[in-house]
């Protein structure tokens, strides 16, 4: 039984390598082209680049189409072995229904270890450095024309603090503060052109600070207090990843990241939908592996004429496809519908399992 399982082990993964490497060229292609626009728009960003920003962006396209990989390559062993009576002779060996979706369960966890290592740490770590490569030969990274906002508590004040890019340098540039009281009043502004994070983590260290405060008297009127300063250690509970996620789309960030910036619009009163949603798809997402082995193990129980494999691989791919889309529908959906977030990055995966055994439980264990 061990050999058994070591064949089918070698097979899929072999299959699945295949078609993720297939998917990873012609997404680097598309990408590639797209790229190419930026090339010599500045004497730094040449084709080298491009190429190198390109590349560090495929870890992020194997994240999200490993779920689908896993099901194309697995359904292509199982039909194949169906097809040649393979499988015919592993079940007359001792191989029933449960081993065998026992043996497709074993293997579609490594694909969940591995699904969840690459969009945890290995694709947002090539993101940012394909960010750093871009922003040193393009000039800065910016979220639109008004840049990022974020928003603060300190005391009984809030604070609303605009950062306009991220320089290639790492440093925040044109920096906005905004502080009002408790009644919603302003009573400081501070604009400074750029700004560092300090090593203790808890500051931002600004430069060429323009600082105006307005005092109120008793009898309504409103004095103004400007002030110039060449630096000034503003002390903030923003951390470098929070401006990050502010600037980057949800969906780069790492699953602890998003939970730290969901935690943070919580607590300064801002609405956190999208970054829940995103935050239980990251948790939801790798387990989509299991849900796509069991999906294909019915494939290894159909009886194929010759050629017709073809059509199965094909009706694969498109489940497969079907699945992206409805995740993504789902996720836009739940935004605009404010559905809770668990059970919109969920409802793809529920849908799916159910699919898949339904089919298991009809075609393997009826029939």
């Given at each position: 039984m061990n050999t058994l399982r070591r064949f089918i082990f070698r097979e899929v993964v072999v299959s699945v390598a295949f078609v993720t490497l297939a998917f990873l060229a012609l997404f680097f292609f598309f990408d590639m082209v797209d790229e190419l626009r930026w090339?010599?728009?500045?004497?730094?960003?040449?084709?080298?680049?491009?190429?190198?920003?390109?590349?560090?962006g495929l870890p992020k396209h194997l994240y999200e189409l490993l779920p689908i990989t896993v099901l194309i390559g697995t359904i292509f062993v199982m039909a194949r072995l169906a097809q040649s009576s393979e499988f015919t002779i592993m079940r007359t060996s001792g191989l029933g229904p449960w081993r065998a979706l026992g043996t497709l369960v074993t293997l579609?966890?490594?694909?969940?270890?591995?699904?969840?290592?690459?969009g945890d740490y290995i694709a947002p770590m090539s993101e940012r450095a394909a960010q750093l490569v871009k922003a040193r030969?393009?000039?800065q990274i910016s979220t639109g024309a008004t840049g990022a906002w974020l928003k603060e508590k300190q005391g009984g004040h809030s604070l609303a603090?605009?950062?306009?890019?991220?320089?290639?340098?790492?440093?925040?540039?044109?920096v906005h503060i905004f502080e009002f009281d408790p009644q919603g009043r302003i009573t400081a502004t501070l604009t400074a052109e750029h700004g560092t994070f300090d090593d203790s983590g808890d500051?931002?260290?600004?430069?060429?600070?323009?600082?105006?405060?307005?005092?109120?008297?008793p009898?309504?009127?409103?004095?103004?207090?400007?002030?110039?300063?060449?630096?000034?250690?503003?002390?903030?509970?923003?951390?470098?990843?929070?401006?990050a996620a502010a600037i980057l789309k949800p969906d780069?960030?790492?699953?602890?990241?998003?939970?730290?910036?969901?935690?943070?619009?919580?607590?300064?009163?801002?609405?956190?939908?999208?970054?829940?949603?995103?935050?239980?798809?990251?948790v939801f997402y790798p387990l989509s592996c299991l849900v796509m082995v069991v999906l294909s193990l019915p494939f290894a129980y159909l009886h194929f004429r010759s050629g017709g494999i073809a059509g199965y691989v094909f009706g694969g791919v498109m489940a497969g496809i079907s699945f992206f889309m409805l995740n993504n529908v789902f996720g836009f959906a739940g935004n605009l519908q404010n559905w809770s977030p668990w059970l919109t990055a969920a409802a793809p995966g529920l849908i799916y399992s159910f699919l898949s055994l339904a089919a298991f439980g009809w075609l393997v264990l009826r029939r």
């Open positions: 090339v010599g728009r500045t004497a730094g960003y040449q084709l080298s680049y491009a190429v190198l920003f390109v590349a560090l579609g966890c490594a694909f969940v270890v591995l699904t969840f290592a690459v030969q393009l000039g603090v605009n950062v306009r890019a991220i320089g290639s340098d790492g440093r925040l540039r044109g500051a931002w260290t600004l430069q060429q600070v323009q600082q105006s405060r307005f005092e109120r008297s009898d309504g009127q409103v004095r103004v207090q400007r002030a110039h300063q060449p630096t000034l250690l503003w002390p903030t509970r923003i951390s470098p990843d929070m401006v780069k960030m790492a699953t602890i990241e998003l939970f730290r910036y969901i935690r943070h619009l919580k607590a300064n009163g801002q609405s956190a939908q999208r970054y829940e949603i995103e935050f239980w798809r990251k």
